[in-house]
């Protein structure tokens, strides 16, 4: 297949012979338009301009991008903006929507007709129904052409946009939404995502529709639309990608609309789904890098979100749409984007005319000052991220702030003066592929609590525009403040928005936590944690818990709210509320961990190991001696883990499951001896997370060794010399399952290896260990420098 790049336009010769016919097309538009050239504009500040000969620095900028990008690779994808006026079609009569949506077709054919090469091109060309916008895949010569042609309005870089990943319902009131005959029945929400398994239990019956809106550009960019075609919507055409992060669009749809029997649903538990697949596969390395992905990696291209947006249009006589939900973004706006992204917002307010809302994650870059496209546009409804669960960590690069509080703004969460609205985000639990469940962060979570929210509001007022509603939702929500710039935005709260609580009634947020392996119920029902962990009471009312451990644990009392209490507590709903219950193993995991490039074996009271990890139970409470032994050719240097240091006896009460590491070095052979300058025990991190150590190893030193053992889960380890390793860029990353990984250095360099260690799953009880072999006595010397947590 021909791409772009090939293409010979005519250049000069173009441009002239386009000026003529277009002077000639513009009187016979013009004449056509008189009867509604009063309701319709063009869509742009500097329409009598060519855009090449514009001196406004948005322009500029973008204009001086995109050639840059087209010289680099031979071609450029943008969205062209056409000389017709327009108006939302909510506007106009029916003839006029006919007379505008013709005007658009032949301006949009006549674009063609004078860049035969790119209508002899189709996948270069994506043509729009609703707007006066076409996305173009061009040459740096017709992207030339393009700037100076007075038919053409405005251009934009058809933008590349990424996915922005316990129950959160009940936190912002669905449960006594629910309660009260309201979980979205007889409405409909679409989801612009991956794609989504709509056989999954969670979402059975849901999906109404399906459509697919994927590119293909050469070998660098291909369509992930059933069969390769650009464009479908056939049954089975929304079914997820087969690539990383494919599950993303599955998710998104659990949360908005899941129908779940196992405790949880998604916010809108009756509503149903219009699923629409608008990622593409990029094969290019340096375009994934970009975008923090390794090659092939997925993303969304502008023209393709457009395109799914008009179906969504085009459905709203067939179905009740309360909402489209779009978690992806990209880019860095600090103010309204409008004029940067003027067909997104074409389209964007054809469908708030219509009454139905584009909800948008805001990213997941952190920004404190700005968000990510289309989350920019004035008429999105921009939704950031909060926690409805306390006690976790909520640090991220540059965004250290400690840990979770309920409501407290997610680390990773774009922020700005604009931004519209705030829904939990963090560890949002909700359908995944396989059948399975699991969680997720990100603003994307976030968004489609906001998504389904408008369903329910929709079901008790079908004729509420989308102004009405968003601001019902800012009316109502909770203030929650960001540490980071002082902003107070609203957190949704469906209780207080349905006007449901009966005159001047409040209901409080009760927020539960499990410490240990056991269970929270609550009498009246609306906790049930695991899975439940929040839910709205109203003033004055009584709340009765009652924990229950789970086989192997028992409970061992209430902290915060109940502490001191019995089994079962007692909650007057005055505020809201926060309560943890803790459970202890009744027997306990004790794991035994060789480290260093030594051999030998440890002893003990109840059982021995020769392996490198050990594993095995004792009632809690059990008191444990343990020895270890070198083997010939060995020395022991030492313990580690459960309070154990120096080469004496290692004695403990196993009160908790805990990692003890023996580390062996090698004896000493001529001026050379093994070391073993770092061993840290008992690591643990979530699914992930990330973690960054660092170790200085001194000059002549041999055969490094970078290690982790023991303890359960899955991480995966990284180590780059003199710089922090990324998930893409490492010296080192040892490629299997389990906790077990090793990175070797004959002969190191002197100075500071860099160590990551990452949460494929969560993990638990995992040692780190550094060692090598040295003539001098080195020191320990270990920098923890931060934990991340990573959408």
């Not at 669905?174 to 398994?197: E, F, I, M, P």
């Not at 660098?220 to 992060?245: H, K, M, N, R, Y």
Request: charged share 10%; aromatic share 8%; proline share 5%.
């Amino acid at each position: 297949m021909n791409t772009a790049a090939n293409r010979n336009p005519k250049g000069k010769t173009f441009a002239v012979i386009s000026a003529r016919i277009f002077s000639v097309f513009s009187l016979a538009l013009t004449l056509s338009l008189a009867a509604s050239a009063q309701e319709r504009v063009l869509l742009a500040s500097q329409a009598d301009t060519p855009v090449a000969q514009r001196n406004d620095e948005s322009t500029i900028a973008t204009l001086s991008g995109l050639q840059e990008t087209a010289a680099q690779a031979g071609h450029v994808k943008v969205i062209v903006g056409l000389r017709v006026p327009f108006s939302r079609e909510a506007w106009l009569s029916a003839s006029a929507v006919a007379q505008q949506r013709d005007e658009i077709a032949l301006m949009q054919s006549s674009m063609l007709q004078r860049l035969p090469s790119l209508a002899a091109t189709p996948d270069a060309v994506s043509r729009f129904e609703t707007i006066p916008f076409m996305g173009l895949t061009v040459t740096p010569g017709e992207l030339a052409d393009l700037a100076n042609s007075p038919e053409v309005i405005s251009i934009e870089r058809d933008q590349l946009a990424i996915p922005s990943v316990y129950s959160s319902v009940p936190h912002i009131g669905g449960n006594t939404a629910w309660a009260s005959g309201y979980s979205g029945a007889g409405q409909t929400v679409a989801v612009l995502d991956s794609g989504v398994l709509k056989s999954h239990p969670f979402l059975q019956g849901k999906v109404v529709s399906e459509a697919c809106y994927s590119s293909t550009s050469g070998s660098s960019v291909q369509s992930l639309c059933p069969g390769g075609v650009t464009q479908s919507t056939a049954i089975d055409s929304a079914l997820p990608c087969s690539l990383e992060g494919c599950d993303h669009g599955t998710h998104v749809a659990g949360i908005v609309a899941g129908s779940g029997t196992s405790g949880f649903s998604g916010v809108a538990k009756d509503a149903k789904i219009i699923a629409i697949q608008v990622f593409s596969r990029i094969n290019d390395f340096s375009v994934c890098a970009g975008l923090g992905k390794s090659a092939p990696c997925t993303a969304s291209h502008s023209a393709d979100q457009i395109k799914a947006l008009e179906r969504v249009y085009s459905l709203r006589g067939i179905y009740k749409i309360a909402s489209v939900n779009v978690s992806l973004g990209g880019g860095y706006y600090t103010g309204f984007c409008d004029s940067q992204q003027s067909s997104v917002k074409a389209i964007i307010d054809q469908l708030a005319s219509a009454g139905i809302a584009t909800v948008v994650a805001s990213g997941n870059n952190g920004y404190p000052g700005g968000v990510s496209a289309p989350a920019c546009i004035s008429t999105a409804v921009s939704v950031g991220a909060s926690w409805a669960r306390s006690g976790s960590g909520n640090n991220c690069e540059g965004n250290y702030l400690g840990t979770s509080a309920l409501d407290s703004v997610a680390c990773y969460s774009n922020s700005a003066h604009f931004l519209s609205l705030l829904a939990p985000g963090s560890q949002v639990y909700s359908s995944l592929l396989d059948n399975t469940y699991g969680f997720r962060d990100g603003t994307s979570m976030a968004a489609p609590h906001v998504a389904g929210g408008w369903a329910i509001l929709k079901q008790k007022n079908p004729s509420a525009t989308v102004t009405e509603i968003l601001n019902t939702f800012k009316n109502t929500g909770t203030p929650v403040a960001d540490p980071r710039n002082g902003i107070i935005k609203p957190r949704i709260n469906l209780a207080a928005a349905l006007g449901i609580t009966g005159g001047s009634t409040q209901y409080h947020v009760l927020d539960v936590q499990t410490l240990g392996g056991g269970r929270i119920t609550s009498s009246p029902a609306g906790i049930d944690c695991g899975s439940s962990c929040a839910a709205s009471f109203p003033h004055g009312s009584y709340v009765s818990l009652t924990a229950t451990p789970n086989t192997g644990y028992a409970f061992a009392g209430w902290t915060q709210f109940c502490t001191g209490q019995p089994g079962t507590c007692i909650v007057m709903m005055n505020s809201t509320v926060s309560v943890a219950a803790k459970f202890v193993e009744t027997n306990v995991q004790i794991t035994l961990a060789k480290a260093g490039q030594g051999q030998g074996s440890i002893s003990s009271n109840i059982q021995s190991c020769n392996q490198a990890v050990c594993t095995f139970t004792v009632p809690r409470g059990t008191i444990l001696n343990f020895t270890a032994s070198p083997a010939s050719g060995s020395i022991f240097s030492g313990w580690s883990g459960g309070n154990c240091s120096g080469t004496g006896i290692c004695a403990i009460t196993a009160d908790s499951s805990v990692t003890i590491t023996a580390t062996f070095d090698p004896a000493a052979t001529g001026s050379l001896k093994y070391v073993t300058p770092i061993t840290i025990s008992n690591l643990s991190g979530a699914q992930n997370s990330t973690a960054y150590y660092s170790a200085s190893i001194p000059p002549g030193a041999k055969n490094l060794r970078i290690e982790t053992r023991g303890g359960s889960g899955d991480l995966d380890l990284y180590v780059r010399y003199a710089q922090q390793p990324t998930l893409d860029t490492w010296d080192c990353r040892p490629w299997v399952s389990g906790n077990n990984e090793q990175c070797n250095f004959p002969s190191p360099s002197p100075g500071n290896y860099h160590i990551m260690i990452h949460g494929f799953y969560s993990y638990m009880g995992t040692s780190l260990i550094v060692s090598y072999q040295i003539g001098n006595e080195t020191k320990k010397l270990i920098a923890p420098l931060f934990m991340l947590l990573l959408d």
